[in-house]
């Protein structure tokens, strides 16, 4: 995730654009897009044109990259918010994500206060994370969860934990939970 510019905030992932073939933007439910002429197009309306996600995957991607965006602005400790009434873009009231209100409110709240005890673990997102060979000699690698080994293999002993939590491509929330894990269990520690 990262911040433009223009203030608005950006994450990797189904809202990238990518340079593919294509005559107009996907609209989820109009059906697959034309590829006649070159543009840049959502990274999501290129998978689903090509036929490597479904309609459904799609908008579930969607619906949990949205929930993220909410979850991270939640954990923010201060902040100036405008509320505008503008026109969406057809691409926007086309998505109709209908997140659930009331969950996304309480698991925002949730993570909010497990976030501050993983930042009191974690310390300097600056930090530079090194591996214990030791304790790792000891741990069945094979049963490991895919999603800790991701993290765990983006641990070089020149990552930051900024930079460890951007290479492993989950949310920053998941990679911080896991790098806390690793910590208290002693495979991980701080250069």
Not at 125 to 134: G, N, Q, S, W
Request: with cysteine; glycine share 6%; proline share 6%.
């Amino acid at each position: 995730m990262r911040d433009d510019p223009h203030g608005r905030i950006t994450m990797p992932g189904l809202a990238s654009s990518v340079p593919v073939p294509s005559r107009r933007s996907y609209l989820p439910g109009s059906g697959p897009a034309t590829v006649p002429e070159p543009s840049r197009r959502l990274l999501g309306a290129s998978l689903l044109a090509f036929g490597k996600i479904t309609d459904s995957q799609l908008r579930t991607a969607l619906t949990r990259q949205a929930s993220e965006l909410l979850y991270e602005v939640l954990r923010w400790p201060k902040g100036r918010f405008d509320f505008r009434a503008v026109t969406m873009s057809a691409l926007v009231e086309s998505a109709q994500l209908g997140l659930p209100v009331a969950s996304v409110v309480m698991e925002g709240f949730r993570r909010v206060d497990e976030w501050r005890v993983l930042e009191r673990t974690l310390g300097s997102f600056d930090a530079v994370l090194v591996r214990d060979e030791i304790a790792l000699r000891s741990l069945d690698m094979g049963t490991l969860p895919t999603k800790e080994k991701a993290v765990l293999d983006c641990v070089d002993g020149e990552r930051t934990v900024r930079a460890i939590i951007a290479a492993s491509h989950m949310s920053s929330f998941d990679a911080c939970r896991t790098l806390v894990q690793f910590l208290e269990a002693r495979v991980l520690r701080r250069r």
